[in-house]
């Protein structure tokens, strides 16, 4: 039955047309092989590695442990000594830990980056560091804190960050976990959990909110508020080149998703838990939201928990440029899509030895895509030879 739905366009559209919900996408072609990619080992033994990044421009690579280390990868080694240590006021473990780095935009020049963690409470924190003058050592007294979110439960803590094109910096945060959202946080705009915020880290103590912000004149919401109706966006990203949001939101049974947005415009509601994917969930008639649906899904068949990544602009691989690729905790596969003019094309499964879980994509200085694994693993997407 669900495979049916997935690739029967005619019974879709007849059990859109009996639910009580907005019109829905047409089911999309399958997925078409590819090949010509291969990846480059970076690094092994990695504790957990969860994210990868690089300050534009440089040379470095750096990456989380979710224990709560980030290294730091020069000249192809892994350095011995960790750029920043915060175990000792992490959690770590299953959906928790050093969950993301942001460096400033102005980096080169401030030194100033970002972290987003959960801390000994099992909340979400994010802080400020400093560099300090050995360029591969952070301050580690330099920490202030930015942002402290209260979590309910262990699960769905987001853990994104990511400075957009604005030089703001966005914030991803689940909704706060357990299953099915029991407190209605996504569709709460009272609550930062399952949201995407939208802060001015360069004004205010300790943050600013950007006075075109969605919400700022409405009243009970929070005003750093930019999207909501999200249940886990584990990982979302600019594109480098044009003004593009694509966000991977983590399902609940059944559907994992991927979301495209215009980056200029706020106050999208992704449609959980309403909506799981394009599906009802806790829909209930006569609701009047209006909710931007995925313009990916895939089903519990071909993974688990989708581990959205980037749009390809780099300089290795000029065929795939525009390109943007994904994967999964669980499923091991590539898969990639190009998003054009409101629609998606070139779905693409790359052939590829299993990746292993996929924690996470990221990009070096030059714009090659990254990929770390639970297995311990730092990879690069290259051409294959
Ligand atoms: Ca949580
Ligand atoms: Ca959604």
């Known amino acids: ?61 750096f990456v989380l442990e979710q224990t709560g280390t980030i290294r730091i990868v020069r000249d192809g080694k892994l350095l011995p000594h960790p750029f920043l240590d915060l175990r000792a006021r992490i959690a770590s473990g299953g959906e928790r830990g050093l969950l993301g780095l942001a460096f400033h935009p102005a980096f080169a020049r401030n030194g100033v980056f970002f972290v987003d963690y959960t801390d000994r409470k099992g909340d979400t924190r994010i802080d400020r560091f400093r560099v300090s003058r050995d360029p591969d050592r952070a301050d580690s007294a330099s920490g202030t804190m930015l942002l402290h979110v209260p979590q309910p439960y262990a699960n769905h803590n987001g853990g994104m960050i990511a400075f957009g094109p604005d030089g703001m910096l966005y914030v991803g945060l689940g909704d706060g976990g357990s299953g099915g959202d029991p407190h209605g946080n996504g569709q709460s705009l009272g609550t930062l959990l399952g949201k995407l915020l939208r802060i001015d880290v360069d004004h205010g103590t300790p943050y600013a909110i950007p006075a075109d912000n969605p919400f700022t004149r409405t009243r009970g919401a929070r005003p750093e508020i930019w999207a909501y109706g999200l249940r886990n966006p584990w990982r979302f990203s600019f594109d480098r080149a044009a003004p593009t949001l694509v966000i991977g939101d983590v399902g609940q049974n059944q559907w994992e998703e991927i979301d495209v947005a215009d980056a200029r415009v706020g106050g999208l509601n992704y449609g959980w838990n309403l909506r799981e994917g394009l599906h009802a969930f806790r829909w209930t008639l006569g609701s009047n939201a209006h909710p931007a649906d995925p313009v990916i899904e895939y089903s519990h068949r071909d993974g688990c928990s989708v581990t959205g990544g980037y749009v390809y602009r780099g300089a290795a691989l000029p065929e795939l440029r525009g390109t943007y690729f994904f994967s999964d905790w669980c499923g091991g596969w590539l898969r990639s899509f190009r998003w054009s003019a409101g629609r998606v094309s070139e779905k693409r499964l790359w052939s590829l030895p299993s990746l292993g879980r996929v924690t996470s994509f990221g990009e070096d200085g030059a714009g090659e895509l990254l990929v770390t694994t639970s297995e311990g693993r730092l990879l690069r997407l290259v051409p294959a030879r």
């Not at 010509?36 to 690579?61: C, N």
Request: a neutral charge.
């Open 1 to 61: 039955m669900v495979r049916a739905m997935r690739t029967t366009s005619m019974l879709l559209a007849v059990l859109i047309l009996a639910a009580p919900l907005p019109p829905a996408r047409a089911a999309a072609p399958e997925w078409a092989p590819a090949s010509g990619l291969a990846t480059q080992v970076i690094a092994t033994g990695l504790d957990s590695p969860d994210f990868a990044t690089s300050p534009p421009g440089d040379a470095r690579i």
